[in-house]
């Protein structure tokens, strides 16, 4: 079993940044891929970032160039540094880990763009 905890979510200006990160714990960790999902009311959860162990990343393309995702192996973390935020990226975000071959979600944390 794994516990992924969620930070760094909150309220911030159209034109601002925020840092969201996640750690995973649990016993005999394998993490193949890590990253972020997000889903707004009635809506499907979209990929947002995702990156693999070694550091390979994919994002969708609306954040391209304005969000980066990053992963700290030792710590098993996760983190989705989003710059130039625009209400239309309000939402929840989860972070996502695959350990092995199971799935795993996190609680979700709410991103506020609004002036």
């Known amino acids: 079993q794994v516990q992924l905890v969620e930070s760094g979510g909150g309220l911030v200006q159209p034109g601002g940044s925020l840092r969201l990160s996640c750690t995973a714990s649990g016993r005999q960790l394998n993490i193949n891929l890590m990253g972020w999902f997000r889903q707004a009311a009635g809506k499907q959860r979209e990929l947002v970032a995702i990156i693999t162990e070694g550091g390979a990343a994919n994002y969708k393309d609306s954040v391209k160039g304005r969000f980066t995702i990053s992963r700290d192996n030792a710590k098993n973390t996760v983190y989705l540094q989003m710059n130039s935020l625009k209400p239309e990226d309000t939402t929840l975000y989860y972070c996502?880990?695959?350990?092995?071959?199971?799935?795993?979600w996190g609680q979700g944390t709410q991103v506020t763009v609004s002036s």
């Open positions: 996502y880990v695959l350990n092995g071959n199971s799935v795993y």
